[in-house]
């Protein structure tokens, strides 16, 4: 599976952007698919994941309220819909997929980059202030 990101870009603080990240090589309707995203001199960190067959999704609690991930089978891609930016938004965001996925219930295990494996080159996101 190979992972396309797109859509980052400059934004003001409290502007709006949409990622998408488009899977090619199969069908990811069983996958978990998840957004990370590192800032400059800061570690990687969990932005937010949904169970693509259904189910809820889940965000990190910087993000939680302004941002909301979605997916689209038809299109195989999974969207990252950014609302309300802050300048600490700033960062490369990174779209990642498991394709064995234990349950999300109860459980931290996609938190973890390490968890996923298929990883997608990263997209810009920069938020002026």
């Known amino acids: 599976v190979q992972l396309q990101a797109s859509g980052g870009g400059l934004v003001p603080a409290g502007g709006s952007l949409r990622l998408s990240c488009a899977a090619s090589?199969?069908?990811?309707?069983?996958?978990?698919m998840g957004w990370f995203r590192q800032a400059p001199g800061k570690e990687r960190e969990f932005v937010a994941a949904l169970p693509f067959s259904g189910g809820t999704a889940v965000y990190a609690d910087s993000v939680k309220g302004r941002f909301s991930i979605s997916g689209d089978s038809a299109k195989n891609t999974v969207y990252l819909q950014m609302n309300s930016l802050r300048p600490d938004d700033t960062a490369v965001y990174f779209c990642v997929a498991e394709s064995s996925p234990p349950s999300m219930f109860g459980s931290t295990w996609y938190r973890s980059w390490y968890e996923y494996d298929y990883r997608g080159q990263g997209t810009r996101v920069t938020v002026s202030s």
């Open positions: 090589g199969r069908t990811v309707s069983s996958y978990v």
